[in-house]
């Protein structure tokens, strides 16, 4: 597991998608990292990322009967997930919602299989938490369960605004809101590990030190 974990870590640097620098995050802080998942867009990253997703919550042990994708990330996600979940001989069916009800045609917000059974929620990060929180509306609203949240990186810092940090990330506020377990691809644990990996490197030697002060100040 902790392989899998390096490998998606080298995998999203060397794809683009996770980048090193000076980033402004949505509450405002100064990053020395950015994450950004809407960067794996053709079919060889989308598919790489989709074997990570499906792996991953395969390797959870948790008891899924279908995944759900929130709009608009989730989409792609939780269908690619569904369709590397088929290729490792698990075939799983999947639902994701539109932002607008449709009036005519199936009709309604929900578009794929029944949302039925244990239902795995996947999507890119949990920020500030509301795609989950709509997410588990809709599947508890149709009778099902929401089994877990699949996402791709835990950046594991305290969420709210400076001044006023949450004790708990947003990550640890939605499992105990919900009482279901959060699993990540990976960690910022496992992106700092990446770097010490590399302090060989001039290029990224200089952003330990910087991952690890950003850590410690909002870090859980």
């Known amino acids: 597991m902790q392989n899998l974990r390096q490998q998606f870590i080298a995998f999203s640097v060397s794809a683009g998608v996770l980048k090193f620098g000076e980033f402004t995050t949505k509450a405002g802080r100064q990053s020395p990292y950015f994450f950004n998942a809407g960067l794996f867009h053709d079919g060889a990253t989308l598919g790489q990322l989709a074997q990570f997703y499906a792996q991953t919550l395969l390797d959870s042990g948790i008891e899924f009967d279908m995944l ?3 709009a608009y990330k989730g989409i792609t996600l939780a269908s690619s997930t569904a369709v ?13 919602n539109r932002k607008e009800a449709k009036d005519h045609g199936e009709g309604g917000t929900i578009v794929g299989a029944r949302l039925q059974g244990k239902v795995v929620i996947v999507d890119d990060v949990i920020s500030a938490g509301t795609s989950v929180r709509e997410s588990v509306d809709m599947i508890r609203a149709a009778g099902a369960e929401p089994a877990a949240v699949l996402i791709a990186l835990d950046r594991m810092e305290r969420s709210g605004k400076d001044g006023a940090l949450s004790a708990n990330s947003a990550v640890q506020e939605v499992s105990k809101e919900f009482g279901i377990p959060v699993i990540s691809i990976a960690n910022l644990d496992d992106l700092f590990g990446y770097l010490s990996s590399k302090a060989g490197d001039p290029a990224l030697a200089q952003f330990k030190d910087k991952v690890a002060a950003y850590r410690t100040c909002y870090g859980v």
């Open 68 to 70: 759900f994708g929130p």
């Open 84 to 96: 590397a979940l088929a290729a490792k001989g698990r075939n799983t069916s999947y639902a994701y």
